[in-house]
């Protein structure tokens, strides 16, 4: 425990935070990974749209509130008040995941397993909120350790249940179960013995914090939701169309594996995230051609990246997918390519999605999402009932420019505006 009390040096506080990340990076990789080598495509593409709602819901239980609660230096809320607001949303995402279960008309073992995955992302929202306490106090050493152990104990766990029972339901259930010994283990024991975690703060909690925490958090909470329901609107769609057994068993599960590439690019933007940090300086020193120069650059560099990532798609993607997974994928190398140019495309426009907030005029992207959302909603039908698979990737690819040309404009307009009234 005094272990624990003591100040880490920044290196350790770097590789644990790094390490956290790549572990919940991989995460969907290898969950998916092992399903697809114990279970037949039925269960696959069962766990693949469980997974695929989760991560859906995960927005609701979560609100976006922790990148505000991680920099609430000033102390605006109180941790008591961040874990009641955490109690009060993961319940409504319970809530909002059997309702959504509805729905969707699932049944009997589909519905459960879609049920104990939303159950999961339900535990990993309680442990966040202890991990952005642990970030705002300076140890995100903490943080990354318990993810890290979260992660791995709860692969294994869920590994070693797939293997000797082939049973997706009781595997499912291991995976929750690991989550909640680790979130005891490590984030309720952090809390517990560091000092710098206890809350001095004494005074009642009256209703209009909550009121106030809404507010704070709505408007990222919407956006989150809607570009998760963008993402997710193929993969329902298909989900629909072999349950009316229009395509085969088998097809959502190949289709989640060839979308994984595409967060490739924005993996790779990582790297240039420090730059956001010197545009905003730029642009609050009244520097807009430096700002518009670093934002060119960050461009210029991601689109050669891109085209680096598409040509090692077109060159071995589908070979070591296939391999990864134990899945043949030789079928759908066309699909994968959509995918990956939609994927570039999406960061693309992040990277203006970050260029707005820095001139903050972020409430606008709101409309960029909107517009998306009601684009794909309707393409992913059409396209899927005339193409199949393929339909699912073009839809998505033309989504993202979609949403990457409307924040190029709202962008621009945005940024001769302000320029203007600076002037």
């Known amino acids: 425990m005094n ?18 990340s790549i572990a ?19 269960q696959a593409d069962i766990f693949s ?5 989760s991560l859906l819901m995960a927005t609701v239980g979560t609100f976006q509130i922790r990148m505000y609660q991680a920099t609430d230096v000033k102390g ?4 008591r008040q961040y874990h009641l607001f955490r109690i ?15 729905m969707r008309g699932y049944t009997g073992k589909k519905a459960l397993v879609v049920m104990v995955i939303c159950l999961f992302r ?8 202890y991990e952005g306490w642990f970030q705002q106090k300076e140890r995100l050493d903490l943080a990354g350790k318990a993810l890290t152990y979260r992660i791995i104990v709860a692969v294994i766990g869920f590994g070693i249940g797939l293997a000797l029972t082939k049973d997706l339901l009781f595997s499912c259930l291991i995976l929750v179960a690991s989550y909640m010994i680790c979130y005891v283990l490590y984030d309720l024991r952090y809390y517990k013995a560091v000092d710098a975690f206890r809350s001095n703060v004494t005074e009642g909690m009256k209703g209009a914090w909550i009121v106030k925490m809404v507010l704070e958090g709505f408007p990222l909470f919407i956006n989150a939701f809607l570009i998760a329901s963008i993402m997710n ?59 518009l120069k670093i934002l060119i650059k960050v461009e210029i560099a991601l689109v050669g990246i891109g085209f680096v990532i598409l040509a090692g798609s077109a060159l071995i993607g589908i070979p070591a997918l296939s391999f990864v997974y134990a899945v043949e994928l030789a079928e759908y190398k066309r699909e994968l390519l959509v995918v990956i140019i939609g994927g570039c495309i999406y960061t693309f426009a992040a990277v203006l999605d970050n260029a707005l907030v820095v001139i903050r005029m972020q409430y606008v992207l709101v409309l960029s999402y909107v517009v998306t959302y009601l684009y794909i909603k309707i393409a992913a039908k059409v396209m899927i009932g ?38």
């Open 76 to 79: 605006v809320f109180c941790f």
């Open 49 to 53: 749209i469980a997974w695929s709602i």
């Open 122 to 129: 339900a535990v990993d929202s309680m442990a966040d909120v």
């Open 24 to 42: 919940n990076a991989l995460l969907s990789i290898v969950a998916l990974m092992i399903v697809t080598r114990f279970l037949d495509d039925r």
């Open 233 to 291: 609107a193929p993969k329902m769609v298909l989900d629909t169309v072999i349950e009316q057994g229009m395509l085969e068993q088998g097809v959502q599960t190949a289709f989640n594996i060839i979308f994984m590439p595409a967060s490739f690019l924005n993996l790779a933007y990582i790297v240039f995230r420090p730059l956001i940090t010197k545009m905003a300086v730029m642009w609050n020193v009244g520097e807009e051609k430096e700002f």
């Open 3 to 20: 272990q624990l009390n003591q100040n880490p040096s920044q290196r350790s506080i770097y590789i644990w935070n790094i390490t956290g």
């Open 386 to 423: 005339s193409w199949g698979v393929l339909g699912g990737a073009i839809s998505y690819a033309t989504a993202m420019g979609v949403f990457f040309v409307v924040t190029a404009v709202m962008f621009a307009v945005c940024f001769y505006h302000v320029y203007r009234k600076r002037l």
């Open 88 to 102: 009060i949303t993961v319940c409504v995402m319970m809530v909002s995941s059997y309702i959504y279960i509805l």
